[in-house]
């Protein structure tokens, strides 16, 4: 999760150390007290889905 993230905060950079060992957003959404993953998927800026090509295919961005 680190590389496609630039935390703008102390708070949120809390919130990735802590859901990193597990995968867990629940985990970040815990350490930033907030309710709703997807609040804390927005806050330390994490992508839901994985984007698609034309085909239908997983594009990684590489």
Known sequence: MR???????????????????????????????????DSAANVIGHAWRTCTDANGLEDNGA
């Open 3 to 37: 590389a496609c993230l630039p935390t703008p905060s102390v708070t949120a950079w809390a919130a990735v150390e802590e859901c990193e060992p597990t995968g867990r957003i629940e985990d970040a959404a815990r350490r930033l007290g907030l309710r709703s993953p």
